[in-house]
């Protein structure tokens, strides 16, 4: 019974951490295209480029380290 339900929550989890590795992705692929199409692009705008692959690297190494499998088998 209780191991069931620890892995139904494993699993929502790894959902979890899926969605938040895609959403930043997007989010970090989407601003190297403004950079690269940008002439001189603010300050601003590199820092947040730096601050979404910090983000989702920190996401891959964690779903890495955890054995993550998209799939969720």
């Known amino acids: ?3 069931k339900r620890k892995g139904h929550i ?3 989890e790894e959902m979890k951490l899926y969605s938040l ?3 930043f992705k997007e989010r ?3 601003q ?3 950079v ?3 002439v001189d692009p603010p300050e601003s705008v590199l820092y947040e480029l730096k601050l979404l692959e910090a983000k989702y690297l920190f996401l891959f190494r964690e779903a890495r ?3 993550f499998k998209k799939s969720g088998g």
Do not use: A, G, T, V
């Open 32 to 34: 190297k295209i403004l």
């Open 65 to 67: 380290s955890r054995h």
């Open 28 to 30: 970090w692929e989407q």
């Open 36 to 38: 690269s199409k940008s």
């Open 21 to 23: 590795m895609n959403h």
């Open 1 to 3: 019974m209780f191991f």
């Open 10 to 12: 494993r699993r929502q």
